[in-house]
C-alpha cells in the first residue's frame, strides 16, 4: 500500500514543537512522494484522494480498505477541505494519466472532536483548528476531475466502507 500524506513527515506524536514552515515543508515533500508513486503507477491505476477534517477517520479508512482497491494505487490523505486544496493532487493525478477517485470522510464534529481528545503529542489538534478546515469543507465533485466519489459517513464503523458491498 502507498499511503502519502504530510503527517507521515511531521512525527506529531513525538514532536515537541512543529513551525509553519516544518507543515509547509511536510506538505511540499508529500506531493514530490505524491508525484513520484503516480508516475510509477500504470494507466489503469489509481489515486485516491482521501480527505475530511482532522480526526474524521481518514487513516484508519485507508488501513481498513486498502486492500479491497487492488494493488496498483496511491492513497492521498489529508484535510484537503475544498476544490482549491484538491486541485494540486488532481492535477498530478492528470499529468500521470491515472484516474482519481475521491474519498470524503464526512462525520459529524462532535466525532472528531472525541476521535482527536485520544491522540498523542502534537496529534491532538486544537478544537479551533477542526472547525476552521470544517467550516472551509466543500463536498467533492465529479467536475473537479473524479471519476468516482465515496462518501464515508462513519469511518468508525468497520461494517460502513462506504463501498458497494
Request: proline share 5%; aromatic share 6%.
Amino acid at each position: 500500500m502507498n499511503h502519502i500524506g504530510p503527517d507521515f513527515h511531521l512525527h506529531l506524536e513525538t514532536a515537541i514543537a512543529v513551525s509553519r514552515e516544518d507543515v509547509s515543508d511536510a506538505w511540499e515533500r508529500s506531493y514530490d512522494e505524491l508525484r513520484h508513486s503516480l508516475q510509477q503507477l500504470s494507466p489503469h491505476g489509481t489515486l485516491y484522494i482521501v480527505f475530511g477534517v482532522q480526526g474524521s477517520g481518514k487513516t484508519s479508512w485507508i488501513k481498513s480498505n486498502a486492500s479491497r482497491m487492488g494493488g496498483d494505487c496511491v492513497f492521498f490523505d489529508g484535510p484537503l477541505p475544498s476544490r482549491e486544496k484538491r486541485s494540486r493532487a488532481l492535477a498530478m493525478a492528470a499529468d500521470a494519466r491515472v484516474q482519481a477517485v475521491a474519498v470524503w470522510v464526512d462525520v459529524p464534529l462532535e466525532v472528531a472532536f472525541a476521535r482527536n481528545a485520544t491522540r498523542r503529542g502534537l496529534a491532538v489538534i486544537k478544537e479551533e483548528a477542526i472547525r476552521h478546515v470544517h467550516a472551509q469543507l466543500e463536498p467533492p465533485s465529479l467536475d473537479e476531475g473524479f471519476v468516482r466519489i465515496i462518501r464515508v459517513v462513519d469511518a468508525g464503523n468497520p461494517n460502513n466502507h462506504g463501498l458497494p458491498a
